[in-house]
């Protein structure tokens, strides 16, 4: 039998590669994104607890009313919007389902969304497998700011979409107020719809602001929201999120939601409503990453790798043109055998070729994980 892919472009991602690559020469694994540390012994007692209390059968499709309110007064808190924790906001299996089910829900054949490149790897193949077009608009060059010249010669009347990612995975970069009513003024008269993935929305450095679209009215008006408790309490591996979005695009996001997840596991979403009545453990990590990056940093500093700016994300992109000349790819796979620490090629983030010589490394690492990474990088 002859199977036509939906996905013919799609192999092996570079992530699996590296952490195979990392596992195979003991390499000390800075690529992927995860932390390598356990999360608060306080979530997996409320986890636990739930389970024993019997939570253990299907929960309502959106999400355990609980949750759901935790998580819209969470909102409103830091963002000042109120969304409706009943028809408003849904739990999902991760981050990625939820991007993939707003696109599902909103995309018809032929429609076209932009994507900032480079990007988190599911956009694009998510967006195919609407029928959709992918449109990929780059970030400037070195600086991974948006082109909002560019954003704007990219829209056209068959826009359904634009995915904004702000802390952005791979770069680091954080958008500022300015940019987010950039995007607002762009959009403004227009029909298109914006998959705002903030996953990393609690990890921002240096006292800035986290500026999700919740706080722009307009922006709110035509926005899904996604963010991540993996990122955010270091529970990667439970893949389980939450999407806010006005009632009309969230009633469409659930009839997709209902007949492909149709619902998340009970006993974490329990755990979670309970771990997220005290504030601190999100309102802490800000400061956490922040002393992870000034290491990691300061250990790099007078090293051959020239550091780009971390402002928020997990994540330090390096150059290392000084180093060698090798092509990302290669450069990595050269750093995971022969120095022995893995790191990510930003051209994994990029459809087509990418010349520059920029890597990502992952810190969310325990200490003394960064200090054998670092003790080899110094050597480079
Ligand atoms: C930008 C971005 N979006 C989404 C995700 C996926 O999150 P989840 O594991 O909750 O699916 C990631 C994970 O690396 C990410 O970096």
């Known amino acids: 039998m002859k199977l036509q892919s939906r996905l013919p472009n799609v192999g092996t991602t570079i992530f699996t590669t590296m952490s195979a690559l990392a596992a195979q020469h003991g390499a000390v694994n800075l690529g992927q994104g995860f932390p390598d540390f356990g999360c608060d012994p306080t979530l997996l007692d409320a986890v636990n607890a739930a389970m024993r209390a019997g939570h253990n059968q299907y929960p309502p499709m959106a999400g355990v009313p609980a949750l759901r309110d935790a998580v ?19 739990i999902t299996a991760g981050a990625t389902q939820a991007i993939f089910t707003a696109l599902l829900a909103i995309v018809h054949s032929g429609d076209e969304v932009i994507v900032l490149e480079p990007c988190y790897d599911s956009y694009a193949p998510n967006i195919e497998l609407c029928g959709g077009v992918v449109v990929r608009v780059p970030l400037t060059p070195n600086s991974f700011r948006p082109d909002f010249a560019k954003i704007s010669a990219a829209l056209s009347p068959r826009t359904r979409a634009i995915i904004i990612n702000t802390p952005h995975n791979p770069s680091a970069t954080v958008w500022t107020a300015a940019e987010t ?32 679209v919740a706080r722009w009215p307009e922006l709110a008006a035509r926005s899904f929201i996604v963010s991540s408790f993996g990122k955010t309490y270091h529970v990667t591996g439970w893949k389980i999120a939450y999407v806010a979005a006005p009632v009309a695009l ?7 939601h209902q007949f492909n997840v149709f619902s998340v596991n009970t006993p974490m979403q329990h755990g979670l409503t309970a771990y997220m009545q005290d504030a601190k453990p999100y309102l802490e990590l800000p400061g956490f990453y922040q002393r992870k990056r000034d290491l990691f940093r300061a250990g790099l500093a007078d090293s051959k790798l020239k550091l780009l700016p971390s402002e928020g994300t997990y994540f330090q992109c390096v150059d290392y043109g000084a180093v060698s000349d090798m092509g990302d790819a290669a450069f990595c796979e050269w750093l995971t055998s022969e120095v022995g620490v893995a790191a990510i090629p930003l051209s994994a983030f990029y459809a087509g070729a990418s010349s520059q010589t920029i890597i990502r490394f992952c810190f969310a690492k325990e200490e003394a994980t960064l200090q054998r990474s670092l003790g080899l990088l110094q050597r480079l």
């Open 72 to 90: 819209a007064a969470k909102i409103e808190a830091l963002y000042g919007r109120r969304y409706d924790a009943g028809s408003e906001i849904t």
């Open 250 to 256: 969230m009633t469409e996001f659930r009839k997709v």
């Open 181 to 212: 009513q950039a995007l607002a003024d762009l959009l403004a008269g227009t029909d298109v719809l914006v998959i705002s993935d903030e996953v990393y929305e609690h990890m921002v450095f240096d006292g800035q602001p986290h500026q999700s």
